[in-house]
Structure formats: C-alpha cells, structure tokens
C-alpha cells in the first residue's frame, strides 16, 4: 500500500468530521475555499514579513514570485493598518489583487481578551478588521487572525471563553470568521486549549482556529497528533520553520531547517479535508535581522513550499 493510501486511510474517520466543520464554517463565512468541489490549496505569503513594503508592492512582488494567495497585515502601525487605510488605497489593493488574481485568505491582527482595557481595544481593531475584510473581497471576505496574548491557561480559561463569546457575536454580526492562532508562550499554545474554548462556546462556526507546528516543535506535541485535534476547527495555516540553539527556541523560514516536513504536513491536512491556505509566515526574528531582504526571503519560501506542495501531490490551483 502507498504511503498516500495509508494516510487516507489513517484519517477517513477524522475527514468526515473535519469537512463537516469546515463546510460549517464556510457556508457561514461565504469563503468558497473550502468547498468540497475544490480539490487544491491554496500557497500564500503574510506581509507580515515584508514590513518595508507598501502593500501593493508587495501584492505584485508575490504575484511575480508566483504565489496564490497573500495574507495582508493590518496590524497596529503597519501598512494596511485597518484604522488608517483610506478609500482610495483600499480601492488600490482591491483592484491589485483582482488584477493579479491573488486570493486574499486572511488579516493579520494582534490583540488580547484578558483585561477590559484589551478586550474594549480588541472589540475595536476587530471590527474594523472585519469591516475591511469585506471592503478588500466583498465576494469572498478573508477571515481575521490573531493570537491571544500572554497568561496562563488554567487560571484564565473561564474569562477567555466568556470574551471570546463577545468575539462571536461580532464574527456573527459582521458575517466574517475570526479565528485564533495557538502561540508558543501564549495563554493559548496549543490545540487542546483553543479545541477547550470551542467547545465551551458551542463550537461557533465563525470562531476558528489558525494551525502553526513551528509553535508546538520540541514541545512533545507531534505532528500528527496536533493535525488530528486541530483539524475540525482549522480554516488558515501559517507555516515557517524553527530549530533549537541551547536552550532556546529560535524561528526560521519554512523549509531552511527541515525540522518540520512540510509536505507531510500540507498531505496530512489536505487528507484530511483541509482545503484552505498554507500561508508563509516570516518571524520577527528573522525580518528583524540585520541585512534582511523581503523580498528574496519570499522567494525562499516559494521555492522550499512550492517543492513541498510538489513532494506532497497536492494540487494548487492552476
């Protein structure tokens, strides 16, 4: 039998569950790109990493690379910060995106629930996260991604769920998914934590869960362990890679280290009924090196996901 085989036969069970969650949210989200009908992912690169760039230079700087899909910052001071971006470059990025064909898959935000002052300031960048969003692709609006800030789990679980529900509400008024990324020294690191809040609240179909291994890596959480619990929630991945220096965790472009089998990766999720972006994201700690290029490290990545998507035989769209 081939190792292709095994692997659909390993997640049959897990496919079933995993798409009925995933059509779940796309029916309530309107993204078409997890339809059934669609047989290929989707390959992206989050300005995240081009921090220099205005954002239509980036969009056809990757255009140009070849990728297919683009996740904007919108962060807080970047860019495309969602509460300085005027109407004409909105109009600018839309039409750029159109014209270049790239899928526009999700917004890159940054807060945190746990405190009123967070929460009233997350209320607020989110809903203009969301409002933009569909301003960019009114057809198929991207979700909205972010992390939850520092803490502890345990003792802050209770409170998470209960803002997370206000998040719901607004992922519901606004017809936009939000979803949350499990974070390496975050309050929430890793699946079974982000699964905990899902299911207390009902499992929402707008409230997703964003998978990253790099953070779950020399953590005893193995690869296809963290796929298998992530799966029925995940509607975006962030892909880069990390290695260990002493004693310390240190990020890296996806491919550079081989720690993480991308196309193990990219074939588990695809078999088990993931049809979303694998998206490159680029650490802090790499654009934030001395002599960083933007642009050739988005060409790295193309190269070394591109070689993956090919080891892993899933198709991207043509």
């Known amino acids: ?58 969009i056809d700087v990757l255009a140009k690379i070849g990728f297919d899909s683009v996740e904007l910052a919108v962060r807080e001071g970047w860019d495309a910060d969602s509460a300085e971006l005027s109407e004409a470059r909105k109009k600018a990025i839309r039409v750029r995106l159109e014209e270049h064909s790239l899928r526009l898959t999700s917004l890159m935000e940054h807060v945190s629930p746990l405190s009123d002052k967070q929460q009233a300031f997350a209320l607020e960048r989110l809903k203009l996260a969301t409002e933009l969003a569909h301003e960019l692709a009114p057809s198929t609006p991207p979700l909205v991604q972010t992390v939850l800030g520092g803490g502890d789990f345990e003792s802050s679980k209770n409170l998470l769920r209960d803002r997370l529900g206000r998040w719901v509400r607004l992922a519901d008024e606004t017809q936009t998914a939000i979803a949350i990324k499990p974070h390496r020294g975050g309050v929430v690191s890793q699946p079974a934590e982000a699964v905990w809040l899902f299911e207390q609240l009902g499992a929402p179909d707008r409230l997703r869960m964003v998978f990253d291994y790099s953070h779950y890596a020399f953590r005893d959480l193995p690869l296809i362990e963290t796929i298998e619990t992530s799966l029925p929630y995940v509607a975006h991945v962030a892909v880069k890679d990390v290695k260990r220096v002493d004693d310390r965790v240190v990020f890296e472009l996806p491919g550079e280290t081989r720690n993480i089998d991308f196309a193990d990766l990219i074939s588990r999720l695809h078999g088990g009924g993931y049809r979303g972006d694998i998206n490159c994201e680029v650490s802090s700690m790499v654009s934030k090196r001395a002599g960083y290029d933007a642009v050739a490290a988005a060409r790295t990545c193309y190269r070394n996901l591109s070689t993956a998507f090919e080891r892993s035989g899933v198709e991207r769209p043509s």
């Open 1 to 58: 039998m081939s190792r292709r085989n095994v692997i659909g036969g390993c997640t049959c069970a897990l496919m079933t569950g995993g798409m009925n969650a995933m059509l779940r949210a796309n029916k309530a989200s309107g993204q078409e790109r997890l339809s059934p009908s669609i047989r290929t992912c989707t390959l992206g690169f989050s300005t995240y990493g081009m921090p220099s760039l205005r954002s239509e230079t980036a």
